[in-house]
């Protein structure tokens, strides 16, 4: 097995390279809420389509939770 050496200063520069700020963080969050919450609608779309789709229970109860979380979030707008 073959070792590499690299110093100091290289491994400060590939640091700070890929170093994720707190706005990256946020906006990595957004962009995956929003891309579930596409694929949730979309998936809902396609069970609808089948006449055979019947939610039980434990479906329901997932929905109301999310629609809870949603609403929560509407009325106190947190930013």
Do not use: N
């Amino acid at each position: 097995m073959t070792r590499c050496r690299v110093s100091e200063d290289e491994l400060a520069h590939d640091h700070a390279q890929v170093e994720i700020t707190a706005e990256d963080e946020r906006e990595e969050a957004r962009d995956k809420f929003g891309a579930l919450m596409l694929q949730a609608a979309e998936m809902a779309e396609v069970l609808f389509q089948d006449w055979r789709f019947q939610p039980d229970t434990d479906d329901i109860e997932a929905l109301q939770h999310l629609h809870e979380q949603l609403s929560y979030y509407e009325a106190v707008r947190k930013v």
